[in-house]
């Protein structure tokens, strides 16, 4: 069975989706965390600190959002001001999931994946995440689903065929 969606890929799902994709990848989870124990350490650990732990932990979380934030505002301001990003990246984009494996075209390319090289399936606020080759990511908004049966009965097909291999 051969299931086809058409998407409008935009500057906002480029941001959105590449920003859902990155907590999506444990190397860059572990190093935001990581980041912040130790940037919440290093302060909780201030000779004239009161209550270190306490101060650390705060300082943890702090840094945490500040640099999630600052990944979203980098993020957003290079997609928003790279004009080259447009030829294949925005605009009209067709997905089908075929026998063969999954198929990602544009007026632009062409981009067959087989089964074996999609690891991850996520639907996560308003996307499908499909995570080839342990780093790449397809972004799919699901508003472009007419049906939310019609979403779930794509995802599933996807996760079907990728349990199959």
């Given at each position: 069975?051969?299931?086809?969606?058409?998407?409008l890929?935009?500057?906002k799902?480029?941001?959105?989706?590449t920003?859902?994709a990155?907590?999506?990848?444990?190397?860059w989870?572990?190093?935001?965390?990581?980041?912040?124990?130790?940037?919440?350490?290093?302060?909780?650990?201030?000779?004239?600190?009161?209550?270190?732990m306490i101060?650390?932990?705060?300082?943890?979380?702090?840094?945490?959002?500040?640099?999630?934030?600052?990944?979203?505002?980098?993020?957003?301001?290079?997609?928003?001001a790279?004009?080259?990003l447009?030829?294949?990246?925005?605009?009209?984009?067709?997905?089908?999931?075929?026998?063969?494996?999954?198929?990602?075209?544009?007026?632009?390319?062409?981009?067959?994946?087989?089964?074996?090289?999609?690891?991850?399936?996520?639907?996560?606020f308003?996307?499908?995440?499909?995570?080839?080759?342990?780093?790449l990511?397809?972004?799919?908004?699901?508003?472009?689903?007419s049906?939310?049966?019609?979403?779930?009965?794509?995802?599933?097909?996807?996760?079907?065929?990728?349990?199959?291999?």
């Open positions: 069975m051969i299931v086809q969606i058409r998407v890929i935009s500057r799902d480029v941001i959105l989706g920003w859902l990155i907590f999506h990848t444990p190397f989870v572990f190093l935001y965390v990581a980041l912040s124990v130790w940037w919440g350490y290093s302060i909780g650990t201030e000779p004239s600190a009161k209550g270190p101060v650390g932990g705060i300082a943890a979380v702090f840094g945490f959002v500040v640099l999630i934030t600052v990944l979203f505002l980098l993020l957003a301001m290079y997609v928003m790279n004009p080259k447009k030829n294949g990246t925005l605009g009209e984009h067709t997905f089908e999931v075929t026998e063969g494996g999954f198929i990602e075209s544009t007026a632009y390319n062409k981009t067959e994946h087989t089964w074996s090289s999609i690891d991850k399936i996520k639907k996560t308003g996307y499908v995440l499909i995570r080839v080759s342990g780093h990511w397809h972004i799919i908004p699901t508003r472009h689903f049906e939310k049966s019609g979403l779930d009965a794509f995802v599933e097909e996807l996760r079907r065929k990728i349990t199959k291999v």
